[in-house]
Protein backbone atom coordinates (compact mmCIF):
# COMPACT_ATOMS: atom_id res chain seq x y z
CA UNK A 1 0.00 0.00 0.00
CA UNK A 2 1.75 3.31 -1.20
CA UNK A 3 1.67 6.18 1.75
CA UNK A 4 -0.52 8.98 1.18
CA UNK A 5 0.97 12.56 1.03
CA UNK A 6 -0.53 15.12 3.95
CA UNK A 7 -2.62 17.86 1.96
CA UNK A 8 -1.79 20.85 0.86
CA UNK A 9 -4.17 22.45 3.64
CA UNK A 10 -2.31 20.06 6.24
CA UNK A 11 1.10 21.19 5.54
CA UNK A 12 1.23 24.19 7.55
CA UNK A 13 -0.12 22.56 10.60
CA UNK A 14 1.67 19.40 9.93
CA UNK A 15 5.16 22.07 9.75
CA UNK A 16 4.00 23.90 12.93
CA UNK A 17 3.89 20.31 14.98
CA UNK A 18 7.35 19.63 13.59
CA UNK A 19 8.90 22.87 14.60
CA UNK A 20 7.68 22.92 17.96
CA UNK A 21 8.57 19.62 18.93
CA UNK A 22 11.80 19.85 17.96
CA UNK A 23 12.56 23.30 19.68
CA UNK A 24 10.90 22.15 23.15
CA UNK A 25 12.84 18.52 22.65
CA UNK A 26 16.27 20.64 21.90
CA UNK A 27 15.52 23.02 25.10
CA UNK A 28 14.79 20.32 27.14
CA UNK A 29 16.99 18.08 26.44
CA UNK A 30 19.81 19.40 25.50
CA UNK A 31 20.56 22.34 27.66
CA UNK A 32 21.63 21.56 30.98
CA UNK A 33 19.64 24.49 34.35
CA UNK A 34 22.51 25.85 34.81
CA UNK A 35 22.11 29.45 35.94
CA UNK A 36 22.59 31.18 32.20
CA UNK A 37 21.70 28.69 30.03
CA UNK A 38 18.17 27.81 32.25
CA UNK A 39 16.73 31.47 31.46
CA UNK A 40 17.97 31.09 27.41
CA UNK A 41 15.39 28.04 27.10
CA UNK A 42 12.94 29.49 29.62
CA UNK A 43 13.04 32.58 27.34
CA UNK A 44 12.66 30.39 24.32
CA UNK A 45 9.50 28.75 26.04
CA UNK A 46 7.94 32.21 26.56
CA UNK A 47 8.19 32.89 22.61
CA UNK A 48 6.85 29.58 21.87
CA UNK A 49 3.86 29.96 23.93
CA UNK A 50 3.08 32.59 22.17
CA UNK A 51 2.69 30.53 18.88
CA UNK A 52 0.98 28.03 20.46
CA UNK A 53 -2.02 30.21 22.12
CA UNK A 54 -5.35 31.10 20.60
CA UNK A 55 -5.91 34.45 21.49
CA UNK A 56 -9.08 36.22 22.25
CA UNK A 57 -10.91 38.22 19.19
CA UNK A 58 -9.92 42.05 20.56
CA UNK A 59 -6.08 41.05 22.53
CA UNK A 60 -5.22 44.89 23.88
CA UNK A 61 -2.07 44.44 22.00
CA UNK A 62 -3.49 43.95 18.66
CA UNK A 63 -4.41 47.43 17.57
CA UNK A 64 -0.56 48.82 18.01
CA UNK A 65 0.87 45.87 15.79
CA UNK A 66 2.71 44.45 18.42
CA UNK A 67 2.81 40.96 19.98
CA UNK A 68 4.47 42.29 23.78
CA UNK A 69 6.20 39.54 26.15
CA UNK A 70 6.51 40.53 29.60
CA UNK A 71 8.46 40.57 32.50
CA UNK A 72 6.98 41.74 35.94
CA UNK A 73 9.17 41.91 38.93
CA UNK A 74 12.98 41.60 38.54
CA UNK A 75 14.22 40.51 35.65
CA UNK A 76 15.80 36.85 35.42
CA UNK A 77 16.66 36.79 31.49
CA UNK A 78 18.43 39.51 31.07
CA UNK A 79 19.65 39.78 27.01
CA UNK A 80 18.54 36.31 27.11
CA UNK A 81 14.87 37.38 26.00
CA UNK A 82 15.83 39.99 24.07
CA UNK A 83 18.16 38.17 21.81
CA UNK A 84 15.60 35.31 21.59
CA UNK A 85 12.66 37.25 20.16
CA UNK A 86 15.04 39.47 17.91
CA UNK A 87 13.37 40.17 15.06
CA UNK A 88 10.46 36.96 15.23
CA UNK A 89 6.90 37.68 14.96
CA UNK A 90 3.54 36.04 15.65
CA UNK A 91 0.49 36.09 13.88
CA UNK A 92 2.03 38.74 11.88
CA UNK A 93 2.74 41.32 14.95
CA UNK A 94 6.32 41.73 15.59
CA UNK A 95 7.58 40.29 19.16
CA UNK A 96 8.93 42.61 21.79
CA UNK A 97 9.89 42.06 25.77
CA UNK A 98 8.73 44.93 27.56
CA UNK A 99 9.59 45.19 31.42
CA UNK A 100 6.40 46.44 33.95
CA UNK A 101 6.49 47.46 37.28
CA UNK A 102 2.90 48.03 37.59
CA UNK A 103 0.35 45.07 37.46
CA UNK A 104 -1.98 47.58 35.55
CA UNK A 105 0.92 47.75 32.55
CA UNK A 106 0.12 43.97 32.25
CA UNK A 107 -3.11 44.62 30.18
CA UNK A 108 -1.23 45.13 27.06
CA UNK A 109 0.84 42.24 27.32
CA UNK A 110 0.06 38.92 25.65
CA UNK A 111 2.67 36.30 27.55
CA UNK A 112 3.13 37.62 31.31
CA UNK A 113 6.12 35.83 33.19
CA UNK A 114 5.76 36.96 36.92
CA UNK A 115 8.96 36.64 38.21
CA UNK A 116 9.48 35.21 41.81
CA UNK A 117 10.02 38.74 43.39
CA UNK A 118 6.55 38.49 43.34
CA UNK A 119 5.51 36.42 45.38
CA UNK A 120 3.97 38.17 47.84
CA UNK A 121 1.60 39.53 45.93
CA UNK A 122 1.03 37.11 43.43
CA UNK A 123 -2.62 36.31 44.40
CA UNK A 124 -3.29 40.09 43.88
CA UNK A 125 -1.22 40.42 40.44
CA UNK A 126 -3.45 37.24 39.28
CA UNK A 127 -6.83 38.15 40.27
CA UNK A 128 -6.38 41.58 38.72
CA UNK A 129 -5.09 39.90 35.19
CA UNK A 130 -8.22 37.44 35.75
CA UNK A 131 -9.87 37.39 32.33
CA UNK A 132 -7.54 39.54 30.44
CA UNK A 133 -6.68 37.37 27.76
CA UNK A 134 -3.16 37.69 29.18
CA UNK A 135 -0.89 34.16 29.76
CA UNK A 136 0.41 34.01 33.00
CA UNK A 137 3.87 32.03 33.24
CA UNK A 138 6.33 32.01 36.26
CA UNK A 139 9.09 29.63 37.75
CA UNK A 140 7.53 30.20 41.23
CA UNK A 141 6.48 27.33 43.49
CA UNK A 142 2.75 26.70 43.61
CA UNK A 143 2.05 28.84 40.67
CA UNK A 144 -0.61 26.93 39.37
CA UNK A 145 -2.24 25.95 42.84
CA UNK A 146 -2.53 30.38 43.03
CA UNK A 147 -4.34 30.39 39.58
CA UNK A 148 -1.51 30.87 37.28
CA UNK A 149 -1.42 29.35 33.56
CA UNK A 150 2.19 27.66 32.87
CA UNK A 151 4.75 26.86 35.71
CA UNK A 152 8.29 25.96 35.09
CA UNK A 153 9.60 23.20 36.62
CA UNK A 154 13.76 21.86 36.85
CA UNK A 155 13.42 18.11 36.47
CA UNK A 156 16.80 16.31 36.03
CA UNK A 157 18.18 19.22 34.72
CA UNK A 158 16.14 20.33 32.49
CA UNK A 159 13.32 22.93 32.21
CA UNK A 160 9.73 21.43 31.58
CA UNK A 161 6.43 23.27 32.04
CA UNK A 162 2.95 22.03 34.29
CA UNK A 163 -0.25 23.87 32.67
CA UNK A 164 -3.28 24.94 34.41
CA UNK A 165 -5.61 24.32 31.83
CA UNK A 166 -8.82 25.33 33.73
CA UNK A 167 -7.06 29.00 34.32
CA UNK A 168 -6.51 29.77 30.73
CA UNK A 169 -9.74 28.66 29.25
CA UNK A 170 -11.17 31.27 32.07
CA UNK A 171 -8.93 33.73 30.79
CA UNK A 172 -10.64 32.91 27.27
CA UNK A 173 -7.04 31.38 25.83
CA UNK A 174 -7.46 28.12 23.77
CA UNK A 175 -3.83 26.34 24.44
CA UNK A 176 -2.83 23.79 21.19
CA UNK A 177 -3.17 20.57 21.73
CA UNK A 178 0.52 20.74 20.09
CA UNK A 179 1.74 22.52 23.63
CA UNK A 180 -0.82 20.18 26.25
CA UNK A 181 1.26 17.13 24.88
CA UNK A 182 4.65 18.41 25.53
CA UNK A 183 3.83 19.69 28.91
CA UNK A 184 5.28 17.55 31.53
CA UNK A 185 1.54 18.14 33.66
CA UNK A 186 -1.50 19.27 32.74
CA UNK A 187 -3.97 20.10 35.25
CA UNK A 188 -7.60 21.19 35.10
CA UNK A 189 -8.34 18.42 32.15
CA UNK A 190 -6.98 15.36 30.64
CA UNK A 191 -4.42 15.36 27.96
CA UNK A 192 -6.23 15.12 24.13
CA UNK A 193 -6.06 11.33 22.89
CA UNK A 194 -6.65 10.25 26.80
Known sequence: ???????????????????????????????????????????????????FVEWPQKAPSESTGEF????????????????TISGERIDGQMVVARRISRVEEAASCRVLFIS?????????????IGKLGVLTVSDSPDFLQQGGMVQFVLAEERVRFEINLTAARQAGLNLSSELLKVAAEVRGNSRPGD
Open 1 to 51: MAMELPKKANLPRLAIAAIVGVLLCFSTHSMPASNHSEYEVKAAYLYNFGR
Open 68 to 83: PICVFGHDPFGPALDS
Open 116 to 128: SSENKQLKGILST
